[in-house]
């Protein structure tokens, strides 16, 4: 069948497209792949340097939605997929049952891999944010790394939600504007200034999809009681910050994870993301769909922070 395959060498990881790889590994269904899409590990994973892959030759693809041999519409995401078991990017996946999330009604496996792992994380991070207390009115919630996956999507659904979304990007702020953002800040100014330990509170909560400096400067300028959730670390992994902010104005550092969520929980903000929590700007104006052969330079891109919005790949 066709994949697209990375392959560990001594000098580091080939990678394209080959027409007759063999499909391997374990998993009791076999899902005919429609879409998967790019995700900033997706990129990771096919780099040497990425410390992502665990296996070779590998298929990446962190997330893919088709239909299984008996006709069930599914999706997959997370897990070891992509990672340590063939992904995405093959016209056919070998998944294990418990993986499978049932494509909810009203989703596309198009729509579906539109948001794919950065608008499943996105919600979470909704979904963290509110139970921690966010309500619209509460104030400004702002979007770091926002022309992302992740930080697109979550603009996108906080501000059909009600809420006054602040984007921070290095790109085009008309189109953050086009998705609901009310205003749009420069990276730098989402990081302030390191060397105070708290700067002038203002937001109400905030999707970090950055981390380092950026995640720091967001905890020096959350306002009273408010959280900020974690989710990525295209600006670094480090976090340099004091216990100020948490032990003079309580606030919340919540951490989202994408990969090992439980089913139950995965296959409910699913549902969620197909109604309440569905991005009403994902068709038009976030999602672009590119072929099979046209990966390896949307991987290089999301390396490079240069993806807007979401990427598709139409595979089967
Ligand atoms: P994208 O590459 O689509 O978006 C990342 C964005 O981060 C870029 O578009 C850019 O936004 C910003 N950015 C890139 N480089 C830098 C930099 N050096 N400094 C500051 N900002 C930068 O990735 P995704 O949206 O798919 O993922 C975002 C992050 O979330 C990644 O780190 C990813 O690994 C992580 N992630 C984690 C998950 C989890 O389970 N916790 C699940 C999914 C993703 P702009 O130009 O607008 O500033």
């Known amino acids: 069948m066709r994949a697209f395959v990375a392959e560990k060498t001594e000098d580091g990881v080939t990678r394209g497209l080959r027409e007759d790889f063999e499909l ?35 298929v990446p693809g962190i997330d893919l939605a088709g239909v299984t041999a008996d006709g069930r519409a599914v999706l997959a995401h997370g897990y070891d997929l992509g990672v340590s078991h063939h992904g995405g990017y093959a ?57 992302g996956g992740v930080g697109s999507t979550a603009v996108d659904i906080l501000a ?90 309580g606030v919340s550092l919540l951490g989202v994870d994408s990969v090992q969520t439980p089913i139950e929980a995965r296959r409910e903000t699913w549902a969620r993301l197909a109604t309440d929590l569905r991005p009403p700007h994902l068709d038009d104006t976030i999602t672009r769909e590119i072929a099979l052969d046209e990966l390896e330079t949307a991987l290089d891109a999301v390396l490079k922070g240069e993806l807007q919005g979401r990427t598709i790949v139409k595979v089967g």
């Open 24 to 58: 391997d590994g374990e998993g009791d269904v076999v899902v005919d792949v429609e879409y998967s899409s790019v995700n900033y590990k997706d990129g990771l994973a096919t780099i040497a340097k990425g410390q992502v892959a665990r296996i070779s030759p590998l």
């Open 91 to 147: 016209e056919q996946a070998r998944v294990p049952s418990q993986w499978l999330v049932p494509l909810p009604e009203g989703l596309s496996a198009r729509q579906a891999m539109a948001l794919g792992t950065a608008g499943y994380t996105a919600a979470r991070c909704v979904i963290a944010l509110e139970a921690a207390g966010l309500k619209p009115g509460d104030g400004p919630v702002l979007v770091t790394g926002a022309s």
């Open 160 to 249: 059909a939600r009600g809420y006054e979304v602040v984007a921070s990007s290095g790109k085009d702020p008309d189109w953050l504007r086009s998705l609901g953002a009310a205003e749009v800040i420069s990276r730098e100014e989402a990081a302030g200034d390191a060397s105070r330990p708290m700067e002038k509170s203002r937001w109400a909560g905030a999707v970090d999809c950055v981390g380092g400096a950026t995640l720091a400067g967001v905890v020096r300028s959350l306002q009273y009681g408010a959280a900020v959730t974690a989710c990525g670390n295209t600006g670094g992994i480090k976090l340099d910050t004091t216990v100020l902010p948490f032990i003079l104005r």
